[in-house]
C-alpha cells in the first residue's frame, strides 16, 4: 500500500516549457487534489476532483490545467511554465464521505523554473 | 485575504517542557479544523483535529484547544520531543462538503536535546 505518489520527484524546467506532474493514489478515495507549497504561503489549493469525472477550480489555478484520467490518478499540467510557478507540489487524495475527513498527501514534486 | 493565520513563523522549545503553537481565523463559518504536521521532503499528515462543537480534542501527548468567541486555537504538545521538530500548519474546510480547506502558513517547531 504506497497510500499517494507523485513523479516526478525534482524537476527544471526553461520558462516556456511544458511538464505535466504525475499523481495516484491506491487507497480508493474518491477525491483528489493539486496543492503548491510556497514560503510564508501555506498550502495553497490549485485543482481539485471532487470525484471521478469532475474537475473544479481551487483558490490559485491560473497557469493549470488538470486531468482526472481514472480513480486513481490526477494529473497537473504547466502549458507554458513561468518563474512564478517555481514551488513544491503537493498531490493529496481523501474520501469525503463526512465533512473535516483528512486529506493523505504524496511526498511532493520540487519544480524550479528558470 | 487569509482566512487561516499562524502569526509565529517558528518556535523553539526544550524537550520535556510544553510546546504551544497558535492559529486565528476569520470566519466565522467554519466548523472544523485540522492540524498537519510536516517534515522536510516529505508530505504533510494528519495530527489531530476539532470540530466546533467541542472545546478540546486530546490524543495522546497532543491537544488541540478552540475557542471560537475569539476566533483561535492552539494545540498543545506535552511532553516535546526532539521527533516533534517538523512544520505544524493549521487548516479549516471551506465549504460543506470539505473540497476546499485553507492551510495557514505554518509554524516551524524546533525541539531542543
Known amino acids: 500500500n504506497a497510500g499517494v505518489t507523485q513523479t516526478p520527484k525534482f524537476q527544471v524546467l526553461k520558462t516556456g516549457q511544458s511538464m505535466t506532474l504525475q499523481c495516484a493514489q491506491d487507497?480508493?478515495?474518491?477525491?483528489m487534489y493539486w496543492y503548491r507549497q510556497d514560503p510564508g504561503m501555506g498550502l495553497r489549493l490549485i485543482y481539485y476532483?471532487?470525484?471521478?469525472?469532475?474537475?473544479d477550480k481551487g483558490e490559485v489555478p491560473n497557469g493549470y490545467n488538470v486531468s482526472r484520467l481514472n480513480k486513481r490518478e490526477f494529473s497537473l499540467r504547466l502549458e507554458s511554465a513561468a518563474p512564478s510557478q517555481t514551488s513544491v507540489y503537493f498531490c493529496?487524495?481523501?474520501?469525503?464521505?463526512?465533512?473535516?475527513?483528512?486529506?493523505?498527501f504524496g511526498p511532493g514534486t520540487r519544480l524550479l523554473v528558470l | 485575504d487569509q482566512q487561516v493565520k499562524q502569526n509565529s513563523p517558528s518556535l523553539s522549545v526544550q524537550e520535556g517542557r510544553i510546546s504551544i503553537l497558535n492559529c486565528d481565523y476569520t470566519n466565522s463559518m467554519f466548523d472544523y479544523f485540522l492540524w498537519y504536521k510536516k517534515y522536510p521532503a516529505e508530505g504533510p499528515t494528519f495530527l489531530i483535529s476539532?470540530?466546533?462543537?467541542?472545546d478540546k480534542n486530546e490524543d495522546g501527548r497532543f491537544t488541540v484547544f478552540l475557542n471560537k468567541s475569539a476566533k483561535h486555537l492552539s494545540l498543545h504538545i506535552v511532553p516535546s520531543q526532539p521527533g516533534d521538530s517538523a512544520v505544524y500548519f493549521c487548516?479549516?474546510?471551506?465549504?460543506?462538503?470539505?473540497?476546499?480547506?485553507?492551510f495557514g502558513a505554518g509554524t516551524r517547531l524546533f525541539v531542543k536535546a
Open positions: 487548516a479549516a474546510p471551506i465549504d460543506t462538503g470539505g473540497f476546499k480547506t485553507i
Open positions: 493529496a487524495s481523501s474520501d469525503y464521505s463526512v465533512v473535516g475527513e483528512t486529506q493523505y
Open positions: 476539532i470540530s466546533s462543537i467541542k
Open positions: 487507497m480508493n478515495h474518491n477525491s
Open positions: 476532483s471532487a470525484s471521478e469525472g469532475t474537475t
